[in-house]
């Protein structure tokens, strides 16, 4: 089964708009974070946001709140008042085994191309 | 200060050819870790280096990719005989292990590998 599960291979949303970009994700770990990253065309990949698995409040970061459902195992990316600098492929990721090894790796989900336009 | 570097940003080779692929982290980042990323896909793990050690190279696809960080700062990623599946923009991270922190990875610019 995959860890991390992006649905919507791409998302359409009008600038100014709030867009909501879904992630669900697969761990037997109590212990886990979930990040997203977004990649513009230039490749580099930008930390957006992170949601550890014991934060009581739904983490956020200016325009970035990521709506974290742990029952549901879902940790999606909402982004308000979108701007045409939003255009990017964005990553879910998530960081799990930190209390058996004391580190961690990412595994990534394929991604969700969001196009903003005017 | 100054993020994560890779060199070069672009790298097209012959098949068969030996490559290097270099990363310097933030400074002071104790953690390093290699992914590759294939058209279309997310970044998957390859290697992670703790100080100077390997500490996971479990996601090595085989025995021609070789990393190493000698002095616990800048790592190099060898690939040897290489092949045309092996295409792909390889990317390097690095964090800052601290207990009870997000150790949040921050990712360099990436090096786009070409192998005709």
């Known amino acids: 089964a995959q860890k991390i599960t992006q649905t919507q291979p791409g998302m359409f949303v009008q600038e100014k708009e709030a867009v909501t970009l879904d992630c669900t994700y697969d761990t037997s770990d109590q212990s886990y974070g979930l990040f997203w990253y977004k990649q513009p065309s230039s490749g580099e990949m930008i930390f957006l946001i992170y949601?550890?698995?014991?934060?009581?409040q739904n983490a956020t970061e200016g325009r970035y709140s990521l709506n974290f459902q742990k029952a549901r195992k879902s940790a999606n990316l909402v982004i308000s008042a979108s701007q045409l600098g939003d255009s990017a492929m964005y990553f879910c990721a998530m960081r799990e085994g930190v209390e058996n090894s004391g580190y961690s790796t990412l595994t990534f989900g394929k991604g969700t191309m969001l196009l903003v336009s005017p | 200060g100054a993020g994560v570097s890779q060199t070069p940003s672009n790298k097209v080779t012959e098949k068969g050819k030996y490559v290097e692929l270099r990363c310097d982290p933030i400074?002071?980042?104790?953690?390093l870790y290699w992914y590759r990323q294939s058209l279309g896909q997310g970044p998957e793990f390859l290697i992670y280096f703790q100080g100077t050690g390997a500490a996971d190279d479990s996601g090595l696809p085989n025995d021609r990719f070789f990393a190493v960080r000698p002095e616990g700062s800048v790592s190099t990623l060898k690939i040897q005989r290489t092949e045309r599946g092996d295409s792909a923009v390889y990317l390097c991270a690095s964090s800052l292990i601290q207990a009870g922190g997000s150790d949040t990875q921050y990712f360099g610019p990436g090096t786009r590998l070409t192998v005709l």
């Open positions: 400074s002071g980042h104790t953690a």
């Open positions: 949601q550890g698995s014991y934060d009581e």
